[in-house]
């Protein structure tokens, strides 16, 4: 499924219990996505990330390459202002 399908169907079944101020701010984030052209510059199954470090919840930094070489890997992304 894709992203609009996703939100497509996200919407079908959240909107109706949905307030309407968080579905106009919705629907704001999504068209400020639409416009920066998200997608087109989104990871794609199958795509490598590239490797990158940051802290982890200790503040001690990790590199992927480092967490690559004990197995798999699996990035999650949070988006904190929602």
Same mark, same amino acid.
């Given at each position: 499924?894709?992203?609009?399908? @996703?939100? @497509?169907?996200?919407?079908?079944?959240? $909107? #109706? =219990?949905?307030?309407?101020? &968080?579905?106009? $701010?919705?629907? @704001?984030?999504?068209?400020?996505?639409?416009?920066? +052209?998200?997608?087109?510059?989104?990871?794609?199954?199958?795509? +490598? @990330? #590239?490797?990158?470090?940051?802290? %982890?919840?200790?503040?001690?930094?990790? =590199?992927?390459?480092?967490?690559?070489?004990? $197995?798999?890997? &699996?990035? %999650?992304?949070?988006? $904190? =202002?929602?």
């Amino acid at each position: 499924m894709g992203l609009n399908d @996703a939100i @497509a169907k996200f919407l079908e079944e959240a $909107g #109706p =219990s949905m307030p309407n101020e &968080v579905k106009e $701010g919705l629907a @704001a984030a999504l068209d400020k996505l639409r416009a920066d +052209k998200i997608t087109a510059q989104a990871c794609r199954t199958g795509d +490598k @990330a #590239p490797d990158f470090t940051l802290p %982890n919840h200790d503040g001690q930094m990790i =590199s992927t390459e480092a967490l690559r070489r004990e $197995g798999s890997l &699996v990035l %999650n992304f949070y988006r $904190g =202002s929602w």
